[in-house]
């Protein structure tokens, strides 16, 4: 294989790993944050317990999607380094702010949050919590805004070999981020929303004495996905018309019609001079798997929510089992959707202004070979180590010792036992009142 052809698998494959990563890291910060106001603000007992056990997957998550970022930064500087050289100046920008905003203020507050516990006042440990979440947020919005300059370069001009920002208030418009983030944060969200419906619904499965816990955790999910499926359906429609304004050949192969694609030849063809410059075809097969799970994902959310208002509704086993299998549906999606947006600029590495073999550092076949070997090997295992730790939180469930975040243990009393403070009683489970 080519280096150019081996450097892009090594981008698909990185990106696409630290992606599922990001995607449950945004999908579940919000929910936390939710059930932390409801215990702060309502006293409730267990929004403590669904906040602790939640969390701690969340911090699972967060850490290795952490190490998975920095493996996956490495490629860039080994493998394309002609997209430095070229935006360099306008990248360093945004890619500044986001590292200040990631490793400084959210890493520190995130500290703040998991030590915090019984020792900041709770309003003050929430509001630790919300600057958790924005800043999340505001860290994928300035990566964003560095992959949409690549979609669609604004708020340029040329200096010598390579260009710099001149307008930045027109990077941060660009018509490629505000599409994308209309589409791309509904779908985070929708990721989290069916992992938490799932996760409680295993519990179910399992006969679980935690009924308060789960059925709440389980509407929170389905509520929240029965809301952000159908936006994130109505938002990727809605980016066609914009998207084909740029990139008139992805909008057209996602389509799959060929006048289209005649069309979008001849457009480009007028604007860069002749030559192939539309990406694979199979990106449309790529773009149909998203759409079909995105349908799938909105009728099971709006048909499951409403049979999971009756109590009676956990003993309807083969609804449960369909939460849990619907669990990696959603990732599944959002990765479809990342490889047709990444795919479809192809053959472009900055659409317009720099192609992807000029972009390529001057490397061997074996010096990438070598690097896509080592590197796919580590992202496959820290994924590996994240969800066998997350398997692992999710089976020991919300019981008191299985909860090391926010635990408050007591001085050891001269037995040499610790002794903590334990939650109030269960409450009975329907199945263990009817004889089960």
């Known amino acids: 294989m080519e280096p150019l052809n081996l450097a892009r698998l090594e981008f698909a494959l990185t990106t696409s790993l630290h992606f599922l990563f990001v995607a449950l890291t945004l999908g579940l910060t919000p929910l936390i944050l939710y059930m932390h106001a409801r215990w702060v603000f309502g006293g409730a007992p267990v929004y403590e317990r669904m906040t602790r056990?939640?969390?701690?997957?969340?911090?699972?998550?967060?850490?290795?999607?952490?190490?998975?970022?920095?493996?996956?930064?490495?490629?860039?500087?080994?493998?394309?380094?002609?997209?430095?050289?070229?935006?360099?100046?306008?990248?360093?920008?945004?890619?500044?702010?986001?590292?200040?905003?990631?490793?400084?203020?959210?890493?520190?507050?995130?500290?703040?949050?998991?030590?915090?516990?019984?020792?900041?006042?709770?309003?003050?440990?929430?509001?630790?919590?919300?600057?958790?979440?924005?800043?999340?947020?505001?860290?994928?919005?300035?990566?964003?805004?560095?992959?949409?300059?690549?979609?669609?370069p604004v708020g340029y001009e040329r200096h010598g070999a390579g260009i710099r920002l001149t307008d930045f208030g027109a990077l941060v418009g660009n018509?490629?981020?505000?599409?994308?983030?209309?589409?791309?944060?509904?779908?985070?969200?929708?990721?989290?929303?069916?992992?938490v419906?799932?996760?409680?619904?295993?519990?179910?499965?399992?006969?679980?004495?935690?009924?308060?816990?789960?059925?709440?955790?389980?509407?929170?999910?389905?509520?929240?996905?029965?809301?952000?499926?159908?936006?994130?359906?109505?938002?990727?429609?809605?980016?066609?018309?914009?998207?084909g304004g740029f990139q008139p050949a992805k909008t057209a192969l996602t389509s799959g019609s060929d006048e289209e694609l005649a069309r979008a030849r001849t457009l480009l063809a007028a604007r860069f001079g002749p030559g192939d410059l539309t990406p694979p075809t199979w990106i449309h097969e790529a773009s149909q798997v998203m759409i079909y799970i995105g349908q799938i994902l909105a009728l099971f959310a709006l048909l499951l929510l409403p049979l999971m208002v009756w109590r009676w509704s956990v003993?309807?086993?083969?609804?449960?089992?369909?939460?849990?299998?619907?669990?990696p549906l959603p990732f599944v999606a959002v990765v479809c959707g990342w490889v047709v947006r990444e795919v479809g600029r192809q053959p472009w590495a900055v659409?317009?202004?720099?192609?992807?073999?000029?972009?390529?550092?001057?490397?061997?076949?074996?010096?990438?070979?070598?690097?896509?070997v080592a590197f796919t090997a580590v992202l496959l295992l820290l994924a590996a180590v994240d969800y066998s730790l997350i398997?692992?939180?999710?089976?020991?469930?919300?019981?008191?010792?299985?909860?090391?975040?926010?635990?408050?243990?007591?001085?050891?009393?001269?037995?040499?036992?610790?002794?903590?403070?334990?939650?109030?009683e269960r409450e009975e489970t329907p199945w263990t009142s009817s004889g089960h």
């Open 53 to 152: 056990f939640w969390g701690q997957i969340y911090l699972v998550n967060y850490a290795l999607g952490i190490v998975t970022g920095i493996v996956m930064e490495f490629q860039f500087g080994l493998n394309w380094s002609g997209l430095a050289k070229l935006t360099g100046d306008v990248f360093g920008a945004s890619i500044a702010l986001e590292t200040l905003v990631a490793f400084f203020l959210e890493s520190t507050f995130l500290g703040l949050w998991i030590f915090g516990w019984h020792r900041l006042p709770r309003i003050a440990h929430l509001a630790v919590f919300a600057v958790v979440t924005l800043t999340a947020y505001a860290s994928a919005f300035f990566i964003m805004v560095s992959n949409s300059f690549m979609q669609h």
């Open 175 to 195: 018509p490629a981020l505000t599409v994308t983030l209309a589409h791309l944060l509904p779908a985070a969200l929708s990721v989290g929303a069916f992992f």
């Open 197 to 243: 419906a799932g996760v409680s619904a295993y519990h179910f499965l399992r006969r679980t004495r935690d009924v308060d816990f789960f059925r709440r955790s389980m509407r929170l999910g389905l509520v929240v996905a029965a809301v952000t499926t159908p936006l994130v359906m109505f938002s990727g429609i809605a980016q066609f018309p914009v998207i």
């Open 315 to 327: 003993r309807l086993r083969p609804l449960l089992y369909v939460m849990v299998f619907l669990i």
């Open 351 to 372: 659409y317009g202004l720099l192609r992807t073999e000029e972009a390529l550092s001057d490397i061997g076949t074996v010096a990438i070979t070598g690097s896509l």
């Open 391 to 424: 398997a692992h939180l999710v089976r020991r469930g919300p019981e008191e010792d299985a909860l090391t975040l926010g635990a408050r243990t007591l001085p050891e009393p001269e037995t040499g036992t610790a002794t903590t403070h334990l939650s109030p």
